[in-house]
């Protein structure tokens, strides 16, 4: 979806995410001027995956962006709540018109509700092969919870494959290694 705006003009991989959204957690750190969607996409945020995980459960750099790679979910969620600022929509809307309805993605969707058949659910298993319980999350993450059938993600996966919606240089961006 991001690389698609890109590629529409309607975002700008290099801008920094400020100008949308700071995170309260960080609005004294300067580091929070420097984080890109480009860092975002890269893992390079500085952030850890979630900010549960820092002994204070704040939001918290454990480097400067773009100096090191760590993967992070609050960086996709960052960059949620950056979209959904700049477009003053949801981003579970944003999805639907930029992804899921031009790839025919009929039976995608980011939150749990009345329309999931919880016996067609795949459930998540631990490597002990022992069941997680399921959480039925109401609320879209950027960074987990797509709801999706094997047809539907079949036909995203091929999508990307085929570079629907961005330019070549695009693609080529999103398939080179930063490390």
């Known amino acids: 979806m991001t690389l698609r705006l890109i590629h529409q003009g309607k975002w700008d991989l290099d801008e920094p995410l400020y100008h949308y959204w700071i995170d309260p957690d960080i609005t004294d750190h300067p580091y929070h001027k420097k984080i890109t ?57 944003l999805c ?13 969707q980011l939150i749990w509700d009345e329309h999931i058949d919880s016996n067609n659910f795949a459930h998540w298993h631990k490597t002990t092969d022992e069941p997680y319980e399921d959480l039925e999350s109401y609320e879209a993450n ?6 999706t059938t094997v047809e539907d993600f ?26």
């Open 37 to 93: 969607t480009r860092h975002v996409l890269s893992h390079r945020t500085g952030f850890k995956n979630w900010r549960w995980m820092n002994e204070n459960k704040k939001l918290a750099f454990d480097f400067e962006p773009d100096t090191q790679q760590q993967y992070s979910g609050e960086g996709f969620e960052y960059l949620r709540r950056a979209m959904e600022q700049k477009f003053k929509t949801s981003f579970e809307d």
């Open 96 to 108: 639907q018109s930029i992804v899921f309805e031009p790839d025919n993605m009929d039976s995608s």
């Open 142 to 147: 950027a960074a987990d919870n797509l709801l």
């Open 154 to 179: 079949t036909n995203f996966g091929a999508n990307v494959m085929n570079q629907k919606g961005i330019s070549e240089k695009l693609y080529k961006e999103m398939v080179t290694s930063t490390a």
